[in-house]
């Protein structure tokens, strides 16, 4: 980042905080040269993800394909959106953070099942269900009972 006083390349960051609505950062920045103080807006880039389905095609990963599929188990259960929401935004963190561009869709929905375990169980159990495809009742009781057991 150049600085306009004096064109020096070096500035070290002094303060950063997000813009409000969309993906800028806003920083204070300090000249390593001239010591004056300048600001930037940054755009925090985001690589796409890819998720690689279970029969090995890839696709996008998409928020609101999670979100929806949060949403539905979430139907008529005592959580907030604003829960949910956080549920997502935690996971894509989550994703990002692990560094890789290309995830499989069983990590996201584990995640996702981690963040519901918590949040609401009957939620917890619709999006297992549906995520894990269970076989039949059996699987699915077993599923029911490690919950239980974990309590
Ligand atoms: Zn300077």
Same mark, same amino acid.
Not at 19 to 28: C, L, P, Q, T
Not at 81 to 84: A, G, H, R
Not at 92 to 99: F, M
Not at 118 to 125: C, I, T
């Given at each position: 980042m150049k600085c306009p006083f004096c064109g020096c390349e070096d500035s070290k960051v002094v303060d950063s905080r997000p813009?409000?609505?969309?993906?800028?950062?806003?920083?204070?920045r300090e000249c390593i040269t001239c010591l004056k103080r300048f600001t930037t807006y940054e755009i925090i880039e985001s690589a796409p993800i890819m998720v690689i =389905? =279970?029969?090995n095609s890839r696709e996008l990963f998409n928020?609101? =394909?999670?979100?929806?599929?949060i949403m539905r188990?979430? %139907?008529k259960r005592p959580v907030s959106?604003? %829960?949910?929401e956080n549920a997502v935004s935690e996971i894509?963190?989550?994703?990002?953070?692990?560094?890789n561009r290309e995830v499989t869709s069983t990590y996201i929905g %584990?995640?996702?099942?981690? =963040?519901?375990k918590?949040?609401? %169980?009957?939620?917890?159990?619709r999006f297992a269900s549906v995520y894990r495809q269970f076989k039949d009742i059996n699987t699915f009781m077993d599923e029911l009972k490690k919950l239980l057991n974990e309590k």
């Open positions: 813009v409000e609505e969309g993906n800028r950062i806003r920083r204070r =389905k =279970k029969d928020r609101d =394909k999670l979100l929806n599929g188990s979430c %139907e959106l604003n %829960e949910i894509e963190q989550q994703i990002e953070n692990s560094l %584990e995640l996702a099942m981690d =963040k519901l918590n949040l609401d %169980e009957v939620a917890y159990v």
